[in-house]
């Protein structure tokens, strides 16, 4: 059998390495981003996001994470207070794995508002929602019905954000839990955006804005549960794992853009 050279070894112990999460170099000092995060507890079902609300121990004298995320959501008169009232949150510990808060990209005041899942390594580096390959394949999606994150005009503009503000670790699903203290913040991001038309992408972002998951039989109902016409759609990142379900995307397209061009 051949033996590696040096460079071989290296380049497969660090493919190994990224196989494990390993994706993001910290420095030159270990850093345990895991000794201080409680890890996520399963929950039986859906329906646990709403009874998740008491999770923290409310009613035994303990903080409860969503009351008070409401209380701070409904206190933030204006984005620029959103965003400083979510990075003061301090129940959430996605936050203590993940490099910054991703808030938002795009035009605020546009016709088009987007809510994704959670972020992941691309948009933790660069503090932006969408910005990975998942988020190209979403602006040519955009740009084919006339629509740009990047446009001036709110007609044509789109305001993109994303239900979990921190990239959970190696990218897993939020928990409901998790996903129970975050919405609170993220509907009232929605009303202070106060798009006409919303877009939930993927199934963290509609398991918390309508309670419900199963994103293959949601997708392309519209819904009016956040406050406004809203329509479930596939994630750009399930597009480019699943290929043939870019027709079906199509269709939803192109009923957002029925549904913008008639109103």
């Known amino acids: 059998m051949q ?17 494990l999460g390993a994706d993001l170099p910290l420095g030159d000092v270990p850093v345990d981003r895991y000794a201080a995060v409680v890890p996520a507890r399963a929950m039986p079902s859906p329906s646990a996001v709403s009874a998740a609300a008491g999770f923290a121990g409310a009613g035994q004298g ?3 994470p969503v009351a008070e995320a409401r209380a701070m959501a409904a206190a933030a008169a ?9 990075e003061a949150f301090s129940h959430c510990d996605l936050k203590l ?5 991703v808030f938002a990209d795009g035009r605020p005041g546009a016709r088009v508002m987007i809510l994704g899942e959670a972020p992941g390594r691309d948009e933790d580096l660069q503090g932006k929602p969408f910005v990975g390959r998942a988020g190209q394949l979403l602006d040519r999606m955009l740009a084919a019905i006339g629509l740009d994150r990047r446009a001036d ?3 044509r503009g789109v305001y993109i954000s994303n239900l979990v503000p921190w990239r959970p670790p ?6 409901p839990e ?7 913040f993220a509907r009232r991001h929605v009303e202070l955006a106060a798009p006409e ?10 398991q918390g804005m309508l309670g419900q998951k199963g994103i293959t039989r949601l997708r392309g109902v519209w819904d009016d549960r956040p406050g406004r016409p809203c329509l479930p759609m596939f994630h750009p990142a399930y597009l480019l794992r699943n290929p043939g379900a870019k027709r079906e995307a199509w269709a939803d397209l192109l009923a957002l853009k029925a549904r913008l061009d008639a109103r």
Do not use: F, H, Y
């Not at 204006?78 to 979510?86: E, I, Q």
């Not at 038309?197 to 972002?205: D, E, H, I, S, T």
């Open 3 to 19: 033996e590696l050279t040096d460079a071989q070894a290296l380049k497969a112990l660090i493919d190994w390495q990224a196989e």
């Open 62 to 64: 303990e903080p409860d």
């Open 78 to 86: 204006d984005l620029a207070a959103l965003r400083a009232a979510m």
């Open 97 to 101: 794995g993940a490099s910054q808060l």
């Open 153 to 155: 005009d709110p007609g």
């Open 170 to 175: 190696q990218n897993r699903t939020p928990a």
């Open 178 to 184: 998790e996903i129970a203290m975050l919405v609170p």
């Open 197 to 206: 038309v919303l877009v939930l992408m993927g199934n963290v972002a509609c």
